[in-house]
Every structure is written in structure tokens, then in C-alpha cells.
């Protein structure tokens, strides 16, 4: 089965201790990408990758960072969680620039930062 | 920078009738695709319909179709014969040069 799947699905953690959020695809996709989604502002891109080791910015990209060692996985990494980085969060992927079909997104991932 | 715009928070329809959810766009790009996504309350997004900057005839997919107004810069999705399974919010997005923005949302409820 075609799919993106994060991990974890819910975490609760506190601020200043390091975490990450995996994403794993099977679709030999080159493009992978992450959002955050906040009440009142849809979803706002924080990374890409087009391919493997070749990521980029978003929208949003402070307090973040990504890797993209293989083509199937795009971690994002919080090296010192804030609690306005509470969010629930997505990974993305597609087929590079065929944005015909849309993104695939994963199921989610619902991090709160106390 | 790009923007889309969702003006309706919420929206009602009665179950089997049509309902039409507003979104606006703006870019300097003459090329760019502009997407709908559904989102029910599990949580996660649903690809629904695409609609490219060139193309002619406005996207079609089941229920689902894009009323595409280029000069006016309006995309609005409209959902045939509601159903209450269609109760979710629904995203706009617009996207060129590895830019995807979304908007804010509106929170479809289709009543029995």
C-alpha cells in the first residue's frame, strides 16, 4: 500500500528536550515536505527536500531542521522544542514537480510542548 | 509571495444539495497549480481536485469541481449532492516554484 507514515502520532514533551519526528515513504518519491498546522492559519510549509540531500525552507523554518539521507525518509528534527512549536504536524511527499495527483500526506503528528 | 484566502470559517448545507466554498489567490506567476484538500475530524488531508494555471476547462473529479475564474483569481470548489460523510474542513492551496501556501479553512457541516 501506497503510503507516508509518521511517527510518533502524539508526543508530549517539555521545552529544551531534543526530539524527532520520522517520515517514511514508499513511493520512491523525490519530493518530501513538512507542515504545521495552527487554528486560523491552515498549513504552513516549514522544509522541503527535492531530492536526497537537497533541502530547502519553507515558510517557517525557525526552530527546525531536516535531513534527507535516503529518498524515502525526511526527519524533522527539534533540537530545543518551544511550546509555540505545539502543533499538529505533516509530512508530504509527491512526485517532484508532477503536482498533478497532489501531495500524499502522512496521518499526522500532534506534539505539545509544556 | 503568494497568498490564498478562505473567507467563509463555516458553511451549512442540507444533505443531497450542491454547496460552493469560496477561495481566492493571489500571484505574480503565470504558471501554478491550485489544489483542494479535505480534512475530516481523524485528521488527516485528502487530495480532492487539481486545477492548473493553463489549463482550459475547469478540473472535474466525481462530486467534486473547480470553478476556476482566472481573471478574477477565484478557485472555489463545489461539492455536488452533499453527503454527510462530506462534513470536514477543506483546504485551499496554491503552489509554483516549490512554494505551497494554503488557506485558513472552512469548516463544511452538512446537515440530515
Known sequence: EA????????????????????CSQNMNHEYMSWY???????????????????????????????????????PLILESPSPNQTSLYFCASSLGRSWLYGQFFGPGTRLTVL | AQKITQTQPGMFVQEKEAVTLDCTYDTSDPSYGLFWYKQPSSGEMI?????????????????????????????????????????????CAIYNNNDMRFGAGTRLTVKP
Not at chain 1, 504545521?36 to 523554518?61: A, F
Not at chain 2, 473529479?61 to 474542513?89: C, H, P, T, W
Open chain 1, 36 to 74: 504545521r498546522q495552527d487554528p486560523g492559519l491552515g498549513l504552513r510549509q516549514i522544509y522541503y527536500s527535492m531530492n536526497v540531500e537537497v533541502t530547502d525552507k519553507g515558510d517557517v523554518p525557525e526552530g527546525y531542521k531536516v535531513s534527507r539521507k535516503e529518498k524515502r525518509n525526511f
Open chain 1, 3 to 22: 503510503q507516508v507514515t509518521q511517527n510518533p502520532r502524539y508526543l508530549i514533551t517539555v521545552t529544551g528536550k531534543k526530539l524527532t519526528v520520522t
Open chain 2, 47 to 91: 487530495f480532492l481536485i487539481y486545477q492548473g494555471s493553463y489549463d482550459q476547462q475547469n478540473a472535474t473529479e466525481g462530486r467534486y469541481s473547480l470553478n476556476f475564474q482566472k481573471a478574477r483569481k477565484s478557485a472555489n470548489l463545489v461539492i455536488s449532492a452533499s453527503q454527510l460523510g462530506d462534513s470536514a474542513m477543506y483546504f
